[in-house]
C-alpha cells in the first residue's frame, strides 16, 4: 500500500477540522443547550458543506464525549447529572485555578490589557438592564480563556478545553438572561476580584477568586434543577 493511501485529501481534513472547530466553539460558549438534537443535514446546510464534514466532526466529538449518539442514532448534546457535574466542577477549580494562579504571575502588559478588555466588556453589558444572555456568555468565555492562555502551558489549555467542551452547554444556564448570578450581579463581583488579584499579580488572590467563581456559577446550577438526578445504569 503506497503512502498516498494512508492521506486523508487536504481539502476534505482541512474542512472537517474547520467544522470541528466551529463544533467546538457552539458548545464551549453555551450556544448548544444539553439534550439538543442536532441534524446532520441541518448543520451542513447552516455551514454551507456537505453532510460528510459534518459528519466526520461529529464523531470526533462524541469520541470526546462532547456529543452522543443515542440508540436510534440521533445525535444530541449529551445531560449531565449531578455527581458528574460536581465530580467536574471539582477538578475545574483545581485545573483552572492553577492556570488563573500560574499566569497572574507571568502575564504580561499586552496580555493583561486583553484581560481587562474583556472584563470591561462583560462589565458593560451586565451591568444593563436587560443583559443579552448570549453575548454574556460570549463574554465570560472569552475572559476566562485570556486568563488560561496566560498560563502558557499548552497542555492546561487542552484539558480545560476538554472539560468546557461538557460543560459549556450546562454553564448557559447560569449566565443566561434573567439568572440570578446575571440578576445579582454575582459574576460580576467574582471576576473583578479575579482581575484585580491579576493586576496586583497577586496569585493566591486569583485562584481563591476563581475558584469562587466556579462554585458560585455551580451551586446556582444545582439548585435550579436543570441536572439529571440520577447517574445512568
Known sequence: MTASLLVTPLKRQTLSAIVYEQFKDLLISGSMMPGEQISLRGMAEALGVSVMPVREAVHRLAAEQ????????????????????????SIRKNLEGLAAATAAVILEEDAIRQI???????TEEISKEFPEGARVIMLNKELHFAIYRGAAMPMMMQLIEALWLRIGPILSYD???????????????????????????????????????????????????????????
Open 175 to 233: 449566565l443566561r438572561s434573567g439568572s440570578v448570578r446575571v440578576g445579582q450581579r454575582t459574576a460580576l463581583t467574582h471576576h473583578s476580584n479575579l482581575v484585580d488579584a491579576i493586576l496586583r499579580h497577586d496569585s493566591k488572590a486569583a485562584r481563591e477568586s476563581l475558584e469562587a467563581d466556579i462554585q458560585s456559577a455551580a451551586d446556582i446550577i444545582i439548585s435550579v434543577g436543570v441536572l439529571v438526578s440520577a447517574d445512568p445504569t
Open 116 to 122: 481587562v478588555f474583556w472584563h470591561d466588556s462583560f
Open 66 to 89: 462532547a456529543l452522543e449518539l443515542t440508540p436510534n442514532r440521533h445525535i444530541r448534546v449529551p445531560q449531565m447529572t449531578v455527581s458528574q457535574f460536581r465530580e467536574i466542577t
